[in-house]
């Protein structure tokens, strides 16, 4: 029972340290990787998917601006849909999953580490959780890799408890585990079976059994995700192909980075920033460390395969990017605490000090790379403009072209949001061939084939003209430029590049204008829309 309360008041703790100042953060908002400063677009992404879920049905395919979504799996989308749906459109329930997901990574660090090793190690491993940035971060946000680093550390908290996996509940919970993980990111649900395989070849005594039993338990929970993927294998199997092939091959194997820094150095440099305080515990650890392995000591030997297979995988996809080390972080803490000297007493009272004083500390920086950020509003320049221009209520179809507003517009209540890029390289065109092939994305100097097009959608199970000419690509500024005049109905919230590329604004009327863009509003005002939820998203 006493353990069963320290779990609780763990949870609800991290759940409270997540939690806090969510609803006055704006969808898209803060920095999913702080070094590089880049954005949270992929929560406006699910976040529109989850809303489109409730607002047009549709539960079984998310649908992005009209069109159909397969780049990940639907878990996250339908929690967070089914949040939404029981508490009102909005931000916090818009993100309840992720937090709930954070704090069940918290309690699941802390049972794991106080049953390998008794005494100060679990709440060393909660501390931990909590205050390392990438985890604060994305528990914070509507995203997937919360979610799947949840589900890795359940199928790792089953074995860890049982690590022959022969008890009913252990099997239960491992083939739950991991089905959730693959509902959540496809193949990277996978990878607990792979630590799994790795550990039963390893772990001496029963191989062959253990093998043999991992690959059960990991075909059931392969069947009991499997339904999903088959429904539309079925139904949409281009759409699928096209979709999970750009995020599985293309991005995984994409020369085009997010920066230009080594692909180890980038994730060592991401390591030493969210989590020095595990890495410098598991280094002064190793000794012991390699010791408990060659020993074959069940739990750090499974702790050990997780992270090699988490590891590696990160390391041979070639897309680099913070959130990917989201499920390797956990494991890292978990090996730290429970292979570091320092967690002895009398070492241990004043270890679980020091990382409650850096958790403030960081707290108390959160503009820093290793800092914890409860900024209030957000970090997109355009969301306030965006915010107020939904309030007006027009009904005109809104382009946002040259921008990086995150695709917050998209979780707006606005009639309908058209984006414009300058892409002078085609990139689009070579990662995304067959949105182009479709019509949903064109060439800015391009005319549309909408019999074609639309045709080519009912072919691919899209009975819908919607997604038409959702997306622009231009290869310069003056050729984006050129859409505004071919649309006079329409409103406009451009970039000053494209702005100062405008021949004449005859055909609008300026609204706004900022240092970083230009609104451009019709002439003529459609039908007053009626939002359907908050403007504030």
């Known amino acids: 029972m006493r353990r069963i309360a320290q779990a609780a008041a763990v949870f609800a703790g991290a759940f409270l340290i997540f939690s806090y100042g969510l ?21 406006s992404v699910y976040t529109h998917e989850a809303i489109r879920m409730i607002t047009h049905g549709g539960w079984m395919t998310p649908t992005l601006s009209g069109r159909y979504s397969f780049e990940k799996p639907p878990l996250l989308i339908w929690l967070s849909a089914l949040s939404m749906k029981c508490f009102g459109i909005g931000r916090f329930s818009a993100r309840l999953p992720a937090v709930l997901a954070g704090a069940l990574v918290a309690v699941l660090a802390f049972c794991i580490a106080s049953a390998a090793r008794p005494g100060p190690a679990g709440w060393a491993a909660a ?86 039993r991992t690959a059960v338990l990991s075909g059931l929970a392969v069947l009991a995700a499997a339904p999903w993927f088959l429904y539309h294998l079925v139904l949409h199997r281009e759409w699928l192909a096209a979709d ?158 040259g921008l990086n507003d995150e695709f917050y517009a998209l979780t707006l209540p606005l009639a309908r949001v058209r984006y414009a890029w300058i892409d002078p390289d085609g990139i689009a065109a070579r990662n995304r061939p067959h949105l182009f092939h479709l019509g949903v994305v064109r060439q800015a100097g391009v005319a549309g084939e909408e019999a074609i097009h639309a045709s080519r959608l009912r072919a691919w199970g899209l009975d819908s003209t919607e997604p038409l000419a959702s997306a622009f690509v231009g290869r310069t500024a003056g050729e984006l430029a050129s859409l505004v005049p071919r649309h006079p109905q329409a409103d406009f919230l451009i970039s000053r590049d494209i702005a100062r590329a405008l021949p004449s604004l005859a055909s609008h009327k300026v609204a706004m204008i900022s240092t970083d863009y230009v609104f451009l509003y019709s002439w003529t005002r459609a039908n007053a829309h009626t939002p359907g939820w908050t403007c504030g998203m």
């Open 23 to 43: 609803p006055h953060a704006g969808i898209g908002s803060g920095w999913i990787d702080p070094v590089a400063r880049l954005g949270a677009q992929d929560e």
């Open 127 to 212: 501390l931990l959780v909590v205050s390392n940035p990438l985890l604060f971060t994305m528990a914070r946000h509507n995203m997937t890799d919360i979610l799947l680093a949840a589900a890795v550390l359940g199928a790792l908290a089953a074995q860890a408890g049982d690590p022959a996996l022969s008890l009913r509940r252990s099997q239960v919970a491992f083939v739950l585990s991991v089905s959730a993980g693959i509902l959540t990111k496809s193949l990277a649900g996978l990878l607990p079976p792979m630590a799994a395989f790795l550990f039963a070849a390893v772990s001496g005594k029963g191989r062959r059994q253990r093998l043999r």
């Open 244 to 401: 999970m092939g750009f995020q599985i091959l293309t991005v995984g194997v994409s020369p085009t980075q997010t920066s230009q820094e080594n692909h180890l150095a980038f994730y060592i440099v991401r390591l030493l920033y969210s989590s020095p305080l595990a890495v410098v515990l598991a280094a002064g650890g190793l000794g012991g460390w390699v010791a408990a392995v060659r020993r074959r000591h069940q739990v750090v030997l499974l702790l050990t395969c997780y992270l090699a297979v988490l590891a590696g995988s990160v390391l041979a996809f070639r897309f680099h990017s913070q959130q990917y080390l989201t499920p390797v972080i956990p494991v890292l803490i978990l090996i730290a605490v429970v292979c570091s000297p320092l967690l002895r007493r009398p070492l241990a009272g004043p270890l679980l000090a020091v990382i409650a004083a850096v958790f403030v500390f960081k707290a108390a920086n959160p503009d820093r790379p290793w800092g914890l950020s409860y900024r209030q509003g957000t970090t997109i320049t355009a969301a306030p403009a965006l915010s107020a221009y939904c309030l007006e209520g027009r009904g005109n179809d809104l382009f946002v072209m």
